[in-house]
């Protein structure tokens, strides 16, 4: 069983950057498909970025151009750079591995608890 933890969440003002990551708990790491899903309470989780296990990357219309998803499978750490957020950005974003790739978030086995991120001024 894959463990994630995600941390880097915070608050920052409009136009502001952060960056998240997500700790893997064991080197399989390397065989799964990394995403990143936003929620908002009484919402479903929203697609952001996905990175294959041979760097390709997907992003969401809204973030394409904003957000970097990158991964590092020496350290088992998945990263999302967020640049120019957007008070729209706001929601705990959680990290997920599947074996397969698609971007609903049924298709994912594994989960992180999640980080807050808030976008206010």
């Known amino acids: 069983q894959l463990h994630l933890v995600e941390s880097g969440g915070g608050l920052v003002q409009p136009g502001n950057s952060l960056r998240l990551s997500c700790a893997a708990s064991?080197?399989?790491?390397?065989?799964?498909?990394m995403a990143w899903f936003r929620q908002i309470p009484g919402s479903e989780r929203d697609f952001v970025a996905l990175?294959?296990?041979?760097?390709?990357?997907l992003y969401a219309a809204p973030v394409k151009d904003r957000f970097i998803i990158s991964r590092d499978n020496a350290k088992n750490t998945v990263l999302l750079q967020m640049n120019n957020l957007k008070p729209e950005d706001t929601g705990v974003y959680h990290c997920?591995?599947?074996?397969?790739?698609?971007?609903?978030?049924?298709?994912?086995?594994?989960w992180g608890q999640g980080t807050q991120v808030t976008v206010s001024s």
């Open positions: 997920a591995a599947s074996l397969n790739l698609g971007t609903s978030a049924g298709g994912y086995e594994y």
């Open positions: 064991d080197s399989s790491f390397k065989r799964y498909s």
């Open positions: 990175v294959t296990k041979v760097n390709n990357s």
